[in-house]
C-alpha cells in the first residue's frame, strides 16, 4: 500500500527531475515509513531550480517519489496560487492510498476538510502547538491573532476525526 504523506515542506527540483532538501526530509527520513508501506509519497511544494545548492540532500528515491504541489511561501504568494493549490490538494483526497497529515500546516488544513466529506479515514501526526508557536510576539503579522486562533482550532479538528494520532512529544501536546 502507498503512503500518502502531507510536510510542509519546499523541496527543489534540479533539471534531471530529482527533487532535494536543504532540511531534514532527505531519503533517510522516509525510510521509516517504508518499513509498514510499500511506497511513500511526501506532498511538499516544488520549485523548479537550475542546478541544486551544495551541501542539499536527495529526498526521492526508490519507493519514495514527492507529490508536487505548487510552491509558495505564506499568505500573499498562497493566494496567488489558490485555485491551482487547492485542486490538486483535492484530487489527494480522492486517492484510494493511506494519508497521513503532519499538523500545525496550512496544506493538513486544505486537505483535512476533502478527506471529511470523502469519509476517509487518515493518520495524524502532530509536530507542534500552534497556540504556542503564533504566541504574541512570535510573528510579525497584521493576522497573527487570527491565525493562531485557526491553526490551533484546525488542528484539535484534525485530531479529533483522525483513526490515529501520533504525537512528537512524551505528553505536553497530548494534553493540549
Keep these: 500500500m502507498n503512503l500518502i504523506i502531507k510536510t510542509e515542506s519546499r523541496l527543489e527540483r534540479a533539471p534531471d527531475k530529482s527533487i532535494w532538501t536543504g532540511t531534514g526530509f532527505s531519503y533517510q527520513f522516509w ?3 517504508l518499513m509498514v508501506f510499500d511506497t ?11 542546478e541544486i ?22 499568505p500573499a504568494e498562497y493566494a496567488l496560487r489558490a485555485l491551482q493549490t487547492n ?14 497529515i503532519r499538523p500545525p500546516s496550512h496544506v493538513a488544513n486544505l486537505l483535512a ?10 493518520g495524524v501526526e502532530v509536530l507542534g502547538d500552534p497556540n504556542g ?27 479529533a476525526r483522525a483513526a490515529a494520532v501520533a504525537y512528537v512529544t512524551e505528553r505536553s501536546l497530548q494534553q493540549l
Excluded: M
Design 31 to 33: 525510510e521509516r515509513y
Design 40 to 50: 511513500v509519497q511526501p506532498v511538499a511544494r516544488i520549485r523548479d531550480v537550475a
Design 53 to 74: 545548492p551544495p551541501g542539499w540532500n536527495r529526498v526521492d528515491g526508490e519507493r519514495v517519489a514527492v507529490f508536487p504541489i505548487p510552491h509558495y511561501i505564506g
Design 87 to 100: 485542486a490538486v490538494i483535492k484530487g489527494l483526497a480522492k486517492l484510494t492510498d493511506a494519508v497521513l
Design 113 to 122: 476538510p476533502y478527506l471529511w466529506s470523502a469519509r476517509r479515514p487518515y
Design 133 to 159: 508557536a503564533l504566541a504574541p510576539g512570535a510573528i510579525r503579522h497584521p493576522l497573527h491573532w487570527f491565525f493562531r486562533w485557526w491553526f490551533t482550532r484546525q488542528q484539535k479538528r484534525q485530531c
